[in-house]
């Protein structure tokens, strides 16, 4: 149920392009879609207009979806689509470097007086979500947007080969790279402490 | 009886987190990791890197503007439903048509105004001409200038008129 409209609803809605259905279709998804094609971008700015041009392609397509799939299921391949496409065809990673997902203090923290609001503990969350950028940073994209899929969206082995055409012993494998690519940059950034 | 791991197995450790192997490669997992405490740490690792992303991805929502995707989905939305006329004028007010019918009409009045350019009076080049048997004279007139030039043929010998 979406904003008390059943999935069915919403895309009747949409598909008669009522300004309403398209209001709850972005404030429903946005934020999903959003973290996914950050994910694989690394890039908040970017991410932003990928998703208008995700929610502009629902608009153009939206009559010729046969509901196959759930709404979100499409929504989510043509985010992985656009984000990818978007990368290839740009190669400006620099701009990581100058939009760091990590600035900013760590908002969503703990409740101020409580152990965990500690400086040293709030320096060392920090240093945390830090060394897990600079790991998802240094990742093949094919291995973030595997490692991606399987974390924020829980898809199966199956799944992540259908969507991006992959066999799953090469899910399987990549996942494995990157989980282990992680951690040792979260162990040796914790060691340098 | 679930026959136990032999070896430790990270890849499989990593498939068994996903819930992605079979009931009875499953239960030679678990087997093996009650006992295993590298594998145990692994498992603990897998656990690590999911919880970490968890708070990655908190921070990451943070400051999301979805009030200019909505508008922009919106305003599409509208352009789109609008009446063909309305399309049409929006067309011909943006930006884009509008620089290249500025610059198209631009060259046209260029051109234009070259092409119109005043042409030079009469006289006409050539004032007079005469043929003889053996030779022809033309007496041409610059038009600008109204220099007067003389241009003689000779004929070779043998031939006529």
Not at chain 1, 9 to 25: C, F, T
Request: with cysteine; hydrophobic share 35%.
């Amino acid at each position: 149920m979406t904003y008390g409209w059943t999935e069915d609803e919403l895309i009747e809605r949409l598909k008669k392009g009522q300004e309403e259905a398209y209001r709850v279709l972005v404030r429903e998804y946005h934020s999903r879609l959003y973290s996914l094609a950050c994910g694989i971008t690394l890039d908040r700015e970017e991410s932003q207009d990928i998703l208008q041009e995700v929610f502009l392609k629902v608009c153009s397509n939206i009559k010729r979806f046969r509901g196959k799939s759930s709404l979100f299921t499409w929504l989510r391949r043509i985010t992985v689509n656009e984000s990818l496409n978007w990368r290839r065809r740009a190669k400006r990673r620099f701009r990581w470097k100058h939009q760091p997902l990590e600035t900013g203090g760590i908002e969503g923290g703990p409740e101020p007086g409580s152990e965990e609001s500690g400086p040293e503990a709030m320096y060392q969350k920090k240093e945390l979500e830090k060394s897990l950028n600079n790991g998802l940073n240094s990742l093949p994209e094919e291995a973030r947007t595997i490692f991606i899929l399987r974390e924020l969206e829980g898809l199966s082995y199956d799944e992540i080969a259908a969507q991006l055409n992959l066999r799953k012993g090469t899910v399987s494998s990549r996942l494995f790279y990157a989980r282990q690519r992680l951690k040792e940059f979260l162990e040796r950034d914790q060691g340098e402490e | 009886m679930q026959e136990n791991l032999s070896h430790c197995n990270s890849e499989l450790i990593s498939r068994y987190y996903d819930g992605e192997l079979g009931q009875a490669e499953r239960s030679r997992v678990e087997s093996h990791i009650l006992v295993c405490p590298s594998c145990n740490k692994i498992l603990e690792d897998l656990k690590g890197i999911s919880d970490q992303y968890g708070v990655h991805l908190t921070h990451q929502s943070v400051g999301i503007d979805t009030q200019e995707t909505e508008k922009h989905v919106l305003d599409r939305l509208r352009r789109e439903k609008a009446p063909w006329w309305a399309k049409a004028k929006d067309t011909f007010l943006s930006k884009k048509i509008l620089f290249s019918a500025t610059a198209t009409a631009g060259v046209a009045l260029l051109l234009i105004a070259v092409l119109q350019a005043p042409v030079p009076d009469s006289p006409s080049a050539i004032v007079t001409s005469v043929s003889g048997d053996v030779s022809s004279i033309i007496i041409l007139e610059a038009p600008e200038t109204r220099q007067t030039i003389l241009w003689f043929n000779e004929r070779p010998e043998g031939q006529g008129l």
